[in-house]
């Protein structure tokens, strides 16, 4: 039997107490290597859903099991370092530190955790290799970050979640950044690098069509009482 890289049961969460749930989850299992493509439109839930995967947001009521891991067992600093050693995150932002270059970016998580840095044997090489692999020009790798286009900058946010390996990958796609032909080819390539490094995706679009990539998918709606 495969094992469960993800784990919920019986989740709710809401950003105020009077508040609708933002989030309403029954049971989600997502085995160690598979992909999960989570969809629904505006203000369904999924980036937050997202952030209680990462342990940033905590439930009010459930479970959230990760790597065999109950995130709301951990201390918040403990958390922190949960997440940098096993989860690698592509913002709906990308949040890149627009000054550093390309590769400084990539380089970050092996700065935040030792595991992730020894698992990416040279970071410098590794990371070079993987913006590579995600079709990001050399010329570009020395580029402030903040100077690359759109689509440069999703493949610089991608290689960093998955330097060093991290045994969950977890994106959050940008509404409108990229033609449908982009998409595709930037998912083929986030889905094989994923797959080489034997790590479980989680992965959120508006757009149903990229739904037959993944091998598992997950509907969230609008005021989650479905
Ligand atoms: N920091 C926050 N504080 C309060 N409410 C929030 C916060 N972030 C999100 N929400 C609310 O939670 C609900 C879900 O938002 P969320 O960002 O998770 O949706 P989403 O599915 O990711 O939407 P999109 O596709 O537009 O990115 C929305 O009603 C939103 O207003
Ligand atoms: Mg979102």
Redesign the pocket.
């Known amino acids: 039997m495969a094992a469960a890289a993800i784990r919920i049961d019986d989740l709710v969460f809401r ?1 105020r107490p009077d508040a609708a749930p ?1 989030v309403k989850l029954a049971k989600l299992t997502v085995d160690a290597g598979k992909s999960l493509f989570l969809h ?10 997202l952030n209680l995967l990462g342990g940033v947001l905590l439930p009010e009521r459930g479970r959230i099991e990760v790597l065999g891991q109950v995130l709301g067992d951990l201390p918040a600093a403990r958390r922190d370092a949960f997440r940098a050693d096993h989860l690698g995150f592509v913002f ?1 932002q990308f949040n890149l530190l627009p000054w550093l270059s390309a590769l400084d970016n990539v380089l970050l998580p092996c700065r935040f955790s030792r595991r992730r840095a020894q698992r990416a044997g040279e970071p410098d090489a590794a990371a070079r290799r993987l913006l590579a692999a995600l079709d990001l020009d050399a010329a570009a790798h020395g580029a402030p970050a903040g100077e690359l286009s759109v689509g440069q900058q999703q493949r610089v946010a991608a290689a960093r979640a998955l330097i060093g390996r991290p045994e969950i990958v977890i994106a959050d796609e940008p ?1 409108s950044a990229l033609d449908a032909a982009r998409q595709d080819a930037f998912i083929d390539l986030l889905l094989g690098e994923a797959k080489a490094a034997g790590s479980t995706v989680v992965f ?1 679009s ?1 757009d149903l069509r990229l739904a037959a990539h993944f091998d598992e998918k997950l509907a ?1 709606t609008v005021g989650a009482d479905a």
């Open positions: 950003w933002a629904g439109p505006s203000g369904a839930g999924k980036s937050t859903l709906q509404t959120v508006h969230l």
